[in-house]
């Protein structure tokens, strides 16, 4: 078959070959170009680094190479680690990804030692290694993320409890609750997405070191060492499986794309009650944009973002899915393909939850404008059937009786507590003066006094349990939300 090659693309044939004594040809360029991916993974050079010491260190305890070799080896990577860092390293696409290219500058470096690295491991345990490193730290930085997030809402929901507002189904006004309860609701979306990012973090802390390309190896290892030497909770069980699971990445992006999701619902909650149909609230400067034609133009762009990227989110999940499905053991190069995702996915989740902290840390509620959302849209009705069937009406019969006086008030545009106790007791002889106290959105509020209800007491309680929730954290939830720039207001 023809060598299709760009025009520009230099072919590496000639030089010599990465794969030794088996190749006789340089990769072709295309081929090169397709397949290297140091440019994407790169980013795994600090895992890398470390995993490659608990190795060397590992082999020389089990007198597989020397002491004086390891300790080389180990202080030669630890200098590479330092010019990446710094910046200064020369990636190489010819050498294909960040583990050859790792090692090669470890062999300029230290000399043929240098080769003695890789005794016992192959690139798959080595990359298996470094994406469970690397994304057991993302899960948790993500999560201390996702707890400054929460900090906001315990302080502006203690800045809302007064807040009367229209809670919705449907998008239509339904009952009335308190900002506070509805920030809180969003408090405990969060949490558990918190909740799947560690328990995903838990669960992939095995160590696939020592599995090397498939079949473990025939050289003494000391699978434990290197397990705990990185913090694992112990060696995975079976080789195959090592280098071959791919499970551990589809559920921490799962949980971002959860995550992802419910941060596209409190988006667009956003998005709605900035406009002016609703009015609830305004975001800061800080955290919109204006138009370039229309000088009257507050947009709330941060919100409809972290509602857009939603997609770039879910995307990765599926693209990892995908990538994965039919896949025979044990290791195939296709699984390459995992790292964009997965550094995609953290990247966006991260940023949105960011903005979104800061967004809400700094919005202004507008507490005038929700209650007089409340006067419209008969959110008393239900207190008005809740106050007959108390009086032993059937609830059934009392919805009726109830959707009828809705409908004379439509038609009269009156709301509920403007129809007169006659025009009441024309539709139900039960009701009597005392049902207007009902007819109030405090009281309505109140009477929803259960755990887990909008009640000023129950709303109050739930604020201090998140607080505890978070200070159990060992969080300092004021500092926090302070540095968003919350403070207890409306
Ligand atoms: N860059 C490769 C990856 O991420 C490393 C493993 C390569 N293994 C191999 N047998 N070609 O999957």
Request: hydrophobic share 45%; aromatic share 6%.
């Amino acid at each position: 078959m023809p060598c299709r090659m760009a025009k520009d693309e230099q072919s590496t044939k000639g030089t010599d070959t990465a794969w030794g004594g088996r190749f006789s040809e340089a990769l072709d360029a295309v081929a090169l170009r397709y397949s290297a991916s140091v440019d994407v993974d790169k980013r795994l050079a600090p895992q890398d680094v470390r995993g490659s010491i608990a190795h060397v260190r590992m082999l020389a305890a089990r007198g597989i190479v020397g002491e004086d070799e390891a300790e080389a080896i180990a202080s030669g990577l630890e200098a590479i680690a330092g010019e990446i860092a710094a910046g200064d390293f020369a990636w190489d696409a010819a050498k294909e990804d960040v583990h050859m290219n790792v090692e090669s500058a470890l062999t300029e470096r230290v000399g043929a030692v240098g080769g003695k690295l890789h005794t016992a491991r192959s690139r798959n345990d080595q990359v298996a290694t470094d994406m469970r490193l690397w994304t057991r730290e993302a899960c948790h930085a993500t999560a201390e993320r996702v707890d400054r997030f929460l900090a906001v809402l315990a302080v502006r929901a203690a800045g809302t409890v007064d807040v009367l507002m229209p809670g919705y189904t449907h998008l239509q006004r339904a009952q009335p609750v308190r900002l506070a309860h509805h920030l809180l609701a969003w408090s405990e979306m969060l949490d558990r997405d918190r909740g799947r990012l560690l328990d995903a973090a838990n669960r992939l802390n095995e160590s696939p070191l020592g599995c090397a390309a498939l079949a473990s190896t025939t050289f003494p290892l000391d699978r434990d060492r290197t397990a705990s030497a990185l913090g694992f909770a112990r060696p995975m069980r079976n080789s195959l499986d090592a280098v071959a699971d791919r499970d551990f990445l589809v559920e921490a992006v799962a949980a971002l794309a959860n995550c992802a999701v419910h941060l596209s619902r409190i988006a667009e909650e956003l998005v709605l009650w900035s406009s002016q149909e609703f009015g609830f609230v305004t975001m800061s400067d800080a955290f919109t944009t204006g138009s370039s034609i229309m000088p009257q133009k507050k947009n709330p762009d941060m919100a409809e973002l972290a509602r857009g990227k939603t997609g770039r989110v879910v995307g990765d999940l599926v693209n990892l899915l995908v990538m994965l499905k039919g896949l025979p053991l044990a290791y195939n190069r296709d699984m390459q393909e995992d790292k964009a995702p997965v550094f995609d996915a953290f990247d966006t989740v991260d940023d949105t939850l960011d903005v979104l902290t800061g967004a809400i840390a700094t919005a202004t509620f507008h507490p005038a404008r929700m209650k007089a959302a409340l006067r419209e849209g008969f959110l008393d009705a239900t207190e008005l059937a809740d106050w007959l069937a108390s009086k032993g009406v059937p609830f059934r019969e009392a919805h009726h009786v109830v959707g009828r006086l809705v409908g004379r008030a439509v038609a009269e545009g009156k709301v509920l507590s403007e129809l007169s106790l006659e025009t009441l007791r024309a539709e139900h002889e039960a009701f009597d003066e005392s049902v207007y106290g009902a007819l109030d959105m405090e009281t309505a509020v109140e009477r929803r006094d259960l755990p887990g209800g909008p009640a000023r007491r129950r709303v109050e309680a739930a604020i201090a349990e998140l607080r505890g929730r978070l200070e159990g954290r060992e969080l300092d939830v004021d500092a926090l939300a302070g540095e968003a720039g919350a403070e207890a207001r409306p």
